[in-house]
Structures are given as C-alpha cells and as structure tokens.
C-alpha cells in the first residue's frame, strides 16, 4: 500500500478536488484506491454523494470502528472513509493499526484539512508522500511554506512535492523561490470551467467530462504515481 496526502494550509487551491479526481483516475486503472476524508468541513464526502454518515474518519482514528464498517463504495470505484464535523475533536491513537486496516488497498489518498491544524501533524506521519496543491498565488505559495514546518517536525519525513493547479499567474521571481524549497510534479492541471460543472453533480470532472483536458490532466498524474510505485 502507497499513500499520499493532498496539503496545503491555505484555502481555496483545490485539495479536495485533487483528491477526488486523482481516486477516480487511479480506479479507473483498475487498482483498489482509498480516499480518506480527514477535513471536518466534509466536502470531498459530499461531492461523492455522500450525507450523514454513520461512521466517520473520527471513528476511524479513534479505534472504535474498524475500516470494513466505514469506508463506503462510490459511484466511481474508489472507496471513502467519509468525514464529518465531529472530527474536529478528535485524537489519533490508532495509527500503527490503521495501518494494517489501510494494506489491503493499492492507493490511499487523503484530503486534509486547511489552516493550522491538529489533525495535520498525525497525517503527515502516516503516509508515504504529501502532494502539494500550488496555483501561483502568494496565498497557496505562503500555505505550502507552513506546511513545511509541519513537516519539519513530524517523524516520518514524507516525500513532498508540488502540483501546480490552475497555475496561471505565476510571477517568475515568485516561482524561482519556490522550487528552491519544493520539487513540482511533471504534470500540472489547467485551467478549465469544466472542474466547477462538475462538482454539482457529486462526481468528479473525469467522470462528468472524461474527454476534457483537464480529466485528460489527471489521468497522466494518476499514471505517474502509479508506474513510480510499481503498481503499473
């Protein structure tokens, strides 16, 4: 089992919808892919079309579920661990055997929350790479650099690299500073109004638009990811 964590500590740069679209392209590959939803916020468990749910990532993290009676199957192949708000308040004590609830998936992918966070620190320390959302702006250039010193400080020291989204705006002196501190992935993600189109209809631009440059985009992510860890 391979997984990565999709983080940035600013808002608005496209986690949640990173996380979606790149679970689906992996399905589509035909490998057993886990989303986590570990955003209180619950917006990528809403996008998938799910509401309400029983079990959460906070029973999953706690210990008092195990992954079989959580994860649910979405319309698109992948499985989720769907949030809610209570997680908020909840603590990691259960890592070492989530981890051997996680092994029986190929891929896991996990869609944190924004800010400075608990819940960021623990996350770090359970995956094997964190993929960092970066659209040009000062905003997303200033969360990536916070997550640094989360990063820092956790045990693990998670590969981490950069995926541009929507990078439209760079300012050249402003991108020379940041790759000094971040690798970028080969592939980026374009611009397109397809992406938003999308997200009403609780599926993911791959599925809605399969044609599109942007699903096209994901696609040649997902693969990259895939062949690196030997699963293609």
């Not at 990173?18 to 399905?27: D, E, F, S, V, W």
């Not at 886990?34 to 996008?47: G, K, Q």
């Not at 990532?57 to 994860?71: D, H």
């Not at 092994?103 to 964190?130: A, H, K, Q, T």
Request: charged share 20%; proline share 4%; hydrophobic share 40%.
């Amino acid at each position: 089992m391979k997984s990565a964590l999709i983080a940035n500590l600013a808002g608005g740069v496209g986690r949640t919808s990173i996380t979606h679209c790149l679970a689906t392209a992996m399905a589509e590959y035909g490998k057993r892919v886990l989303a986590i939803d570990a955003d209180p916020s619950a917006m990528l468990t809403f996008l998938c079309g799910v509401e309400n749910p029983r079990y959460s990532t906070g029973e999953l993290l706690v210990g008092s579920q195990k992954l079989e009676n959580i994860a649910v199957k979405t319309a698109e192949r992948f499985s989720l661990v769907p949030s809610a708000s209570r997680l908020l308040h909840t603590e990691f004590k259960t890592l070492d055997s989530l981890r051997v609830e996680l092994d029986e998936f190929d891929y896991v992918l996990i869609d944190s929350p924004g800010g400075p966070n608990s819940l960021i620190g623990p996350l770090l320390d359970l995956v094997d790479e964190v993929i960092v959302p970066i659209d040009g702006s000062i905003h997303s250039v200033r969360g990536a650099l916070n997550l640094l010193d989360f990063h820092r400080k956790c045990a693990k020291k998670p590969r981490v690299r950069a995926l541009e989204n929507r990078a439209t705006n760079w300012q050249p002196e402003l991108k020379a500073n940041f790759i000094a501190d971040f690798n970028l992935l080969e592939v980026s993600i374009c611009e397109g109004a397809e992406m938003q189109l999308a997200q009403t209809s609780t599926k993911s631009v791959l599925t809605e638009f399969p044609h599109s440059q942007i699903a096209s985009d994901f696609r040649e992510i997902g693969y990259l990811l895939l062949e690196e860890v030997g699963l293609l």
